[in-house]
């Protein structure tokens, strides 16, 4: 429950604080406990880190096996729709899968986001290859290539959204985005 209360916490001040910034006695100040109290459930602070890794790729990764339609195409707008939801109650996430991603070399949080993001590629990829072979889209789609677009896209809303600090108008900019990616493919709306 300790563990599920840091990782809350964490997520609420990375919404405002840079992830680099945090300090494990802000995120016990802001539980409301002793730097103490957060150290009798974590080792240290990467262990929170890999807590809030670990949580953000297990709800991101759920939400988006739950997010189904009758078409691989209504299941990938489910599933985009799903991420700019998640990106927009959790607007701290994409400061930290950002910064992770800065890390040198192999960081075990750096490897934790390349995992989510392979998970998730693959999910798309899969909705893809059933959608060309249904007809859905055109039979030359690239989609290992639609993939990286579909995840660039939900990524470029997020750094946009974070240099505006505009999170709010993400849901209407990204259905613009989609119905394109949809056009790209050839896919009938």
Known sequence: MR???????VIALTA???PTDITTAQIAAHMGVSQGALFRHFADKQAVWAAVMDWTAD???????AATGA????????????HIEFVVEHVGVPRILFGELQRDGD??????VRA???????RVI????????QGLIKETTDCPAAATMFLGMVQGLAMQAMAADDFDSMPAVSLRL???FLHALGAAR
């Open 3 to 9: 563990r599920a209360v840091t990782v809350e916490a």
């Open 16 to 18: 405002k604080t840079n």
């Open 59 to 65: 709800t991101l990764l759920a939400r988006f096996d």
């Open 71 to 82: 078409t691989p195409i209504d299941s990938l707008r489910a599933i985009f729709t799903t």
């Open 107 to 112: 960081a075990p949080g750096k490897a934790r």
């Open 116 to 122: 989510l993001m392979a998970g998730y590629r693959d």
């Open 126 to 133: 899969s909705l893809l290859d059933q959608a060309k072979t």
């Open 178 to 180: 989609f119905d394109l």
